[in-house]
């Protein structure tokens, strides 16, 4: 395991089957492969996928909200798909060219390294934003700083203003009922025939996709309806005699 030279790194963990090798303090934009191109490409796609939910919610509201108050309508939950939907797309080839540039392979004369791998693998941007402006979002935050060493007063301090607002005023969606209503299997389903309907009139010729988030819609509701049969007869099964016979001499009677 490679990790870089922080103090926020243990240097003295002790692992059995895993040997953890600490870089060289201020090395890591020369050897360190994330920072050869492997995180920059994971943040364009992540980034790309934000845009693409910002745009659609945008086109389905009526009076076409502005884009800061949409994006606070992103939850966590949707965050963390989109990063595990984006490094999904970070490609092997992209990796291996990131670990070559950084000197971790040996070369070959079968080894071909594409320098701009990681730049050519360009994801597809939503309708109406160009190259220019969707690399300027992107570097929108490079020179933020995302760690230092704080003080417990001043993490004190950071979070009591927040709390004081939120005794003052109404809760807030965290701490309050924010939660949207639970979606039956009705529902799903009613959803399905309509992105259907949405493919058919697109002129989609492949349905693949479609046709395995039907099977797990079904797999999941199987799977549901399993689980309460199971339930119900456990309860059935363990309630206590007492119980059962009070139920019986309430029937009887």
Not at 20 to 37: A, C, E, K, R, Y
Not at 44 to 71: C, F, K, N, P, W
Not at 152 to 168: H, K, T, V
Request: hydrophobic share 35%; net charge negative.
């Amino acid at each position: 395991m490679l990790c870089d030279n922080c103090a926020a790194h243990n240097s003295e963990i002790q692992l059995t089957n895993v040997k953890v090798v600490f870089m060289p303090p201020n090395t890591t934009s020369l050897i360190q492969p994330m920072d050869q191109g492997i995180i920059a490409n994971f943040k364009r796609h992540y980034r790309s996928l934000v845009l693409r939910q910002l745009m659609g919610v945008i086109e389905t509201t009526d009076d076409g909200g502005r884009a800061a108050e949409m994006a606070r309508k992103l939850t966590l939950l949707d965050s963390l798909h989109m990063q595990k939907e984006a490094w999904s797309r970070v490609t092997t080839s992209t990796i291996n060219n990131c670990y070559r540039r950084a000197s971790f392979l040996r070369e070959t004369s079968e080894a071909v390294i594409d320098s701009d791998t990681e730049e050519g693998d360009v994801p597809v941007l939503p309708a109406g934003v160009t190259s220019q402006e969707f690399n300027e979002y992107v570097a929108v935050d490079d020179g933020l700083q995302t760690a230092a060493d704080v003080t417990d007063d001043e993490l004190c301090c950071d979070q009591q203003p927040a709390a004081e607002e939120e005794s003052d005023g109404e809760p807030s969606e965290a701490a309050g009922g924010g939660q949207p209503p639970a979606v039956t299997f009705t529902t799903a389903l009613q959803s399905l025939f309509d992105v259907r309907s949405y493919l058919e009139t697109g002129g989609c010729d492949n349905y693949e996709h479609f046709y395995k988030l039907t099977d797990q819609l079904y797999a999941i509701s199987k799977q549901q309806a399993v689980q309460k049969t199971i339930k119900d007869l456990l309860c059935d099964g363990l309630a206590p005699s007492s119980v059962r016979c009070h139920h019986r001499r309430h029937d009887h009677q």
